[in-house]
């Protein structure tokens, strides 16, 4: 039996052409798709697609939270009208990995696997990346995949909710750093959304700790009605908890209703909050730790979680539990 495969565009450089200004996306992939197939003929034996353009295609570097929840809906309405076993997204490699951590979340539940590619060099050259990726996260399918959210990247298939981009120009960007999950227990209640919830758009921060920054920049970043706020803390996450003014800035912050969440500015290793004073302290403040949480995927969760009305009061909870593999070590 051959497995149908839903086929997402959304832009990125795999189907971007050359012009003036420099690489540009373009609206003409599903033909050269067609066309590259013949030199797979796997592919055709394996499984059918059918075609589905998120318009206008874009540089992902112009991706929104508004991008994302129309991405959900397309897929949802689409799945509802015809039964697929799969899906694969064709998105811009710069933010692949904030799309795959706010896909898991938003798109929890969904009976379909979704596999999200790219490439870094465009279709049309010779030495692309591009047929590999598409092609490669298509054969996955052949394999029983498990329900969720994944990357496929240089011969490889990754957790969609711990991926990040760790190299600008090689082929073999998209790493784990941190490759267990954490187990995903049993919740004491019903998680408060699927791919059926209605989710908002909600007004996020993120502010990296740096030596020297002041309260008053991250007072300035955390006002103006903003929601919640990732907080890029030191290694095991601590921060400058000797600075009562910029503590206070947090506390004032979370008083206001603010979710702040810290991860660690490590690319490895988990966030153990208690270790130092000054950790301790960022705790007491209001901070929810993240345990081992990417940057994209804090971003996403705080997006899903707020977006579906989830209140400040519940987050804590939620926050540790392990939704989508967002937990690694
Ligand atoms: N700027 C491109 C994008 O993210 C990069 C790529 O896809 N390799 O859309």
């Known amino acids: 039996m051959k497995k149908r495969i839903l086929v997402v565009y959304t832009g990125g450089t795999i189907g971007m052409v050359m012009t003036d200004a420099g690489y540009a996306p373009d609206s003409g992939f599903e033909r050269k798709m067609r066309e590259a197939q013949n030199d797979w003929p796997e592919v055709g034996a394996a499984l059918d697609w059918s075609w589905l353009a998120v318009e206008p295609p874009i540089d992902s570097a112009d991706m929104t939270q508004r991008h994302w929840l129309e991405m959900r809906d397309r897929i949802v309405a689409a799945l509802a009208q015809e039964a697929h076993d799969g899906v694969v997204v064709l998105h811009g490699t710069d933010t692949l990995a904030y799309t795959a951590s706010a896909l898991a979340f938003l798109l929890r539940g969904l009976p379909a696997p979704v596999v999200l590619t790219g490439a870094m060099r465009p279709a049309g050259q010779p030495d692309t990346d591009a047929w590999g990726n598409l092609f490669g996260s298509m054969l996955a399918y052949r394999e029983a995949l498990s329900p969720g959210v994944h990357v496929y990247f240089h011969g490889r298939l990754l957790p969609g909710a711990r991926v990040t981009k760790l190299h600008s120009d090689l082929d073999d960007a998209f790493h784990v750093l941190r490759p267990e999950s954490l187990p995903l227990q049993p919740l004491r209640q019903q998680i408060p959304f699927d791919y059926r919830t ?130 690694g070590q």
């Open 198 to 327: 209605r989710v908002q758009e909600v007004k996020l921060a993120v502010a990296p700790l740096y030596p020297g920054l002041r309260a008053e920049v991250l007072r300035a970043l955390l006002s103006g009605g903003v929601q919640g706020a990732v907080l890029e803390c030191y290694g095991t996450g601590t921060g400058p908890a000797g600075d009562a003014t910029l503590m206070d800035v947090l506390r004032q912050a979370v008083a206001r209703g603010v979710v702040i969440v810290g991860i660690s500015q490590c690319p490895a290793g988990r966030m153990a909050p208690g270790q130092y004073a000054a950790g301790s302290l960022l705790r007491q403040a209001g901070v929810l730790p993240s345990g081992g949480m990417t940057r994209e995927a804090a971003l996403g969760k705080l997006f899903c979680l707020l977006g579906a009305g989830v209140s400040a009061a519940d987050m804590a909870f939620w926050w540790e539990c392990n939704l989508c593999g967002e937990h």
